[in-house]
């Protein structure tokens, strides 16, 4: 299994352009999340799914859309990136949706907008 | 309303020494806890986790944390420490019946030879 996988690893935007970064996971899980890593600020929520066809906002959702149009999915967009979406991305999924899961990551896409 | 608070962003030890990462926790139900490492360039990987069945608790590579809820402390320790462990650590608590991860602000773990 390759358990999570994220595309692409790296990019480069210019302020205002759009992009989507996928995130496929082979493990059957049901809940899925997108996370932004920042210097000092640990790992913050951005959207999750709990399901195929569901997603809800997290902690900082501002800036980006998602969807979960496959279970298998989960995809994440920027219409107009900005400079203070420069950082890393994490998808993670969890079989179940109780609290004592682990969360499995992705490799992480490291996103650059100038 | 939960969080997650990692005392000291870089820690420093020598090769053998003896590793403490702190983690302090805020929760009004009771919490699900986690460590997990990310070595450079790399996602995030488990390390352990509590989750209610014993206090101490053991993960891979040879790390253990307490929990202790008289002090809301959830501290990762590791006796000896190797220059293969140095990354950034990240302490979490489970938020919610969805699997929500709360995580603190992460440790950088330095070792020196």
């Known amino acids: 299994n390759a358990g999570v996988t994220q595309t692409p690893k790296f990019r480069v935007l210019k302020t205002g352009q759009s992009m989507t970064l996928l995130c496929a996971q082979d493990?059957?899980?049901?809940?899925m999340y997108w996370y932004r890593q920042d210097p000092g600020m640990g790992l913050r929520l951005i959207h999750y799914?709990?399901?195929?066809?569901?997603?809800a906002k997290g902690e900082v959702p501002d800036g980006y859309n998602v969807s979960r149009l496959k279970k298998q999915n989960f995809l994440l967009g920027l219409e107009s990136a900005a400079p203070s979406q420069t950082s890393v991305y994490f998808c993670?999924?969890?079989?179940?949706?109780?609290?004592?899961?682990?969360?499995?990551f992705g490799p992480g896409t490291r996103l650059t907008v100038l | 309303a939960q969080s997650v608070t990692q005392l000291g962003s870089h820690v420093s030890v020598s090769e053998g020494a003896l590793v403490l990462l702190r983690c302090n926790y805020s929760?009004?139900?009771?919490?699900?806890l986690f460590w997990y490492v990310q070595y450079p360039n790399q996602g995030l990987q488990l390390l352990l986790k509590?989750?209610?069945?014993?206090?101490l608790v053991k993960g891979i590579n040879g790390f253990e944390a307490e929990f202790k809820k008289s002090e809301t402390s959830f501290h990762l320790t590791k006796p000896s420490a190797h220059m293969s462990d140095a990354a950034e650590y990240f302490c979490?608590?489970?938020?919610?019946?969805?699997?929500?991860?709360?995580f603190g602000q992460g440790t950088e773990l330095s070792v020196k030879p």
């Open positions: 799914s709990v399901g195929e066809g569901t997603t």
């Open positions: 493990m059957n899980h049901e809940y």
């Open positions: 979490a608590v489970s938020g919610w019946t969805g699997g929500k991860l709360i």
């Open positions: 509590y989750t209610s069945a014993a206090t």
């Open positions: 993670a999924s969890s079989p179940l949706g109780s609290s004592y899961n682990e969360q499995f």
């Open positions: 929760s009004s139900v009771p919490p699900y």
